[in-house]
């Protein structure tokens, strides 16, 4: 592989001295062994193109993914495990542990060991990866610590954007021009606009809660009878909370970020890719709308805001605005956005509980520290029955203690709301 990185992925790069790590951790009940750990993680390398490579910038900076025929193993990390709570302590230093681009790989696995307990915590650039990635190699990784004999099947990498673009799009004379046009634009008003200095961002930190299984359920069940989703639910109930502690602070808005597989079926479900286009929503509190009127609201916005998306136009337009890409990484260290949170509901997650080996406890949603002024950012996941949400941001933005007063609130929603469903 010698490409370069889609805008993207160029964005969730952000510069070689310090990447954007994706973290997400397992809680597993059984003995592990360090020889099955390195034995798992080979056979992971050796499926996906994108653990196998470095990251090589060309003279104007642009950086360019190259296969790296003597490539690192995925190391492994052996600590010590206390309690519970270290697995938060490892999440937030490995945050700011930033990977070695021109060595690679870009993956790496933390050990948090005792005799009948460990958190395997992966780390991965998160220009290789989103969480459905993630969650591809947490499953690949438990799969064949299990059962040694499992076979994973390597897929080519692709080489260039264009194999996901129509020839309509690419032989289009008049879009090309107007693409130039635009992006040397978008290059002299994001330059204009970047001349101040970046404030100083203050610590990152992570708000973890949990639902139990009964509250899940009902959730659940409640989110059915109102004809709405449980990402809808959780959507306006952050919103509902950020608005009451944060008052006319608040913008009444949240970006979704939305998995690319479903527009473009030649990225499997098992392969790592990077990119995920957003849909930016608004949830209103006006008008005497009730929490379920405007969770279906919600869910039919974003229905909607997904069925306009032209994925494939998308892609083809971004590539045309690299020169851009330093710019807009500048302006979203520099400015506070006009949304309250970057929300990502993925779901119940696919994979197995019960191993012959072991037992898989419980998955801790991923986290991911985003240099931006406006880092807030929630990520929930539900597994064994329990809806699971990580609160990113950092100091200078949103101070951790409203943050967690945002959270405990936003848990008193979804619980009041749950409940007293009418009959229908």
């Keep these: 592989m010698n490409r370069k990185l889609i805008l993207g992925e160029r964005i969730m790069y952000v510069d070689s001295t310090a990447t954007v790590n994706c973290i997400f951790t397992a809680k597993v009940r059984g003995q592990l062994t360090l020889e099955g750990l390195i034995y798992a993680l080979a056979k992971i390398q050796q499926k996906h193109p994108l653990l196998g490579v470095v990251i090589r ?29 270290d697995w938060q302590r490892i999440s937030a230093e490995q945050w700011r542990q930033s990977f070695d681009v021109a060595k690679g790989p870009l993956a790496r696995l933390i050990w948090l060991r005792s ?12 220009c290789i990866c989103d969480g459905s990635s993630i969650l591809t190699l947490m499953r690949e990784l438990l799969q064949v610590l299990d059962k040694p004999e499992t076979r994973l099947i390597a897929y080519p990498a692709f080489e260039d ?47 973890h809660l949990k639902l139990d299984k009964a509250a899940t359920s009902q959730l659940a069940n409640r989110c059915k ?22 008052g006319v602070a608040s913008h009444g808005k949240v970006i979704s970020p939305v998995d690319i597989r479903r527009f473009i079926p030649e990225i499997k479900q098992d392969q790592l890719f990077a ?34 998306m032209d994925i494939r136009k998308l892609l083809f337009t971004s590539d045309y605005f690299h020169s851009a890409g330093k710019y807009m990484v500048k302006l979203l260290k520099q400015t506070d956005g006009t949304h309250d949170v970057t929300l990502s509901n993925m779901g119940r997650l696919d994979i197995p509980e019960q191993y012959e080996n072991f037992i898989l406890e419980t998955i801790y949603s991923p ?12 990520v929930i996941s539900t597994f064994g029955g329990q809806a699971d949400f990580s609160f990113i941001s950092q100091e200078a933005f949103l101070p951790a203690e409203k943050a967690r007063t945002i959270l405990q609130q936003m848990q008193v929603l979804l619980s009041t709301n749950h409940e007293h469903a009418p009959a229908h």
């Design 57 to 85: 910038e060309d003279e104007t900076g642009r950086p360019y993914f190259v296969s790296e025929t003597k490539i690192l193993p995925i190391p492994v990390q052996i600590t010590e495990r206390r309690s519970d709570e």
């Design 115 to 126: 005799d009948e307990v460990s958190e395997l915590i992966l780390v991965c650039a998160h």
């Design 161 to 207: 954007i264009r194999t996901f673009i129509p020839n309509s799009l690419i032989n289009n004379i008049g879009l090309k021009i107007r693409l130039r046009l635009l992006s040397g634009l978008a290059w002299l008003v994001l330059r204009f606009k970047t001349r101040g200095k970046i404030p100083p961002p203050g610590p990152h930190y992570l708000v």
């Design 225 to 246: 009878t109102e004809q709405t989703t449980m990402h809808a639910a959780f959507a306006v109930a952050f919103m509902e909370a950020h608005r009451q502690i944060m």
């Design 275 to 308: 990119f995920a286009p957003i849909a930016e929503l608004t949830t209103s509190a006006e008008k005497g709308a009730d929490f379920w009127a405007r969770a279906r609201q919600l869910k039919n916005d974003l229905t909607a805001a997904i069925d306009k």
């Design 367 to 378: 986290s991911a520290a985003f240099p931006w002024r406006n880092a807030n950012t929630l």
